[in-house]
């Protein structure tokens, strides 16, 4: 097995790990007799589900289809309400508006960008009314948010959680003595991942809900191929529809590559684990004008995101400035994330909104190349040239 080469010389914020066996994975798949709903579709969504430690999961074609079928399976209707943190992915909002559901934002921590009970607790102040169907807490970055306290506060307001989890395969969280694994729904009524070559493993588009409610499975599996069902003892042609679904399936040929990429999480995860400790000690020096997102202390992550905090009046440099220096040197980096509610379409929809842990995580965060691929050289490299950048 030999670790896929780098693209050129620049390091991106993240990219995929495809190895010899992965793409051995895929041709066979390619062979065989299904190449989209076969055999291996089953054997992925077993293999996640225990991974992660849920009783079911079901595959489907991208992070967003996931939220999609999440709010289909939930039954949001359109004027009820989904909370989400506005520094997320646009599509952990546009799931609630598929539904004709209104999105009211809440704000986050502004040192670990996390949703937390305080912020919740805020934002159902704002539900002017509507009736509140599910909140979406995001791990952002692979940190765990806080799962019991969220919950506890939705169950009171008659709503689930739906956890946004696609940049936290991997992470492992202890509330109390217990240890538990994010996607394995003690807390919500459902998790959510994504597949796509930056997260934590690749299937080029690819996603995944999981669950422990046997009959939201069912319905999940209903609504990702068109709605069909087939009544236990009907003809061999007949199938009915209740009600229209969507075609959202994940052919056999990924879910090839996805049971073989998801042998490897072990190994990823440990390397994401090591390159985020090499940097702890690089960046260090760097402080107090840079510093890694906060941990909280229930979370032990594997991180999708390395993203650091600038305090850039104090460094005297803009985030432009810095972007641009970095990638000068063939450093990538990114921004986690711009705050969805200030998006155009949110904000023609209901107005300005002030969340200022969102402003203010947004000020300043920028996330640092953190992939599988990378070695600790990279880590100093990266480091180097932040450093450079900032005139530290
Ligand atoms: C990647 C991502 C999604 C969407 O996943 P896709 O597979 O790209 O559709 C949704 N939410 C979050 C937090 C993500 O990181």
């Known amino acids: 097995m030999t670790a896929a ?24 798949a390619l062979r065989a007799d299904f190449l989209t709903t076969g055999p291996t579709v089953a054997a992925f969504e077993r293999a996640f589900a225990e991974a992660v430690g849920a009783r079911h999961a079901v595959a489907c074609a991208n992070g967003t289809a996931a939220l ?76 765990a ?12 307001a008659g709503a689930v959680l739906v956890e946004d989890a696609p940049h936290a395969l991997g992470t492992t969280m202890s509330f109390g003595n217990t240890a538990e694994t994010v996607g394995d729904v003690r807390h919500s009524a459902m998790a959510t991942f ?23 499975a069912e319905r999940l599996r209903t609504l990702r191929s068109h709605g069909m069902v087939r009544p236990p003892d009907a003809d061999p042609w ?22 073989s990429q998801l042998a490897k999480l072990p190994r990823f995860a440990a390397r994401r684990r090591a390159l985020a400790a090499a940097y702890r000690v690089a960046l260090a020096p760097l402080a107090p004008g840079v510093r890694i997102a906060a941990q909280p202390a229930w979370s032990d992550p594997v991180l999708h995101l390395m993203t650091v905090l600038i305090d850039f009046p104090a460094v005297g440099r803009t985030r432009r400035d810095v972007v641009e220096a970095l990638r000068a040197k063939g450093v990538g980096s990114q921004v986690h994330y711009i705050p969805v509610h200030r998006q155009p379409y949110y904000q023609g929809l209901y107005g300005a909104t002030e969340l200022p842990g969102a402003e203010a995580w947004y000020g300043r965060c920028l996330s640092l190349p953190l992939y599988p691929g990378m070695t600790d050289d990279d880590v100093a490299r990266v480091t180097e040239a932040l450093g450079a950048a900032l005139g530290l």
């Open 194 to 216: 994504s597949f796509h070559p930056v997260k934590t493993i690749a299937t080029g588009e690819g996603g995944m809900v999981t669950t422990n409610d046997a009959r939201l």
């Open 238 to 259: 007949w199938y009915e529809m209740p009600e229209p679904g969507f075609n959202y399936r994940l052919p056999d040929i990924l879910c090839a590559l996805g049971l």
């Open 5 to 28: 080469p780098m693209s050129g010389p620049l390091l991106p914020y993240g990219r995929q790990t495809i190895e010899d066996d992965d793409i051995a994975a895929v041709t066979e």
């Open 145 to 156: 948010c806080d799962l019991p306290g969220l919950e506890a506060l939705a169950r009171d």
């Open 68 to 143: 999609h079928l999440a709010m289909l399976a939930l039954d949001v209707k359109p004027g009820e309400a989904v909370i989400v943190p506005s520094i997320t992915f646009l599509a952990t909002a546009n799931c609630a508006r598929y539904v004709g559901a209104d999105v009211v934002f809440a704000d986050v921590d502004p040192d670990s960008g996390l949703m937390t009970p305080g912020a919740l607790a805020e934002a159902l102040g704002r539900l002017e009314g509507r009736r509140l169907r599910a909140v979406l807490p995001v791990h952002l970055r692979g940190d």
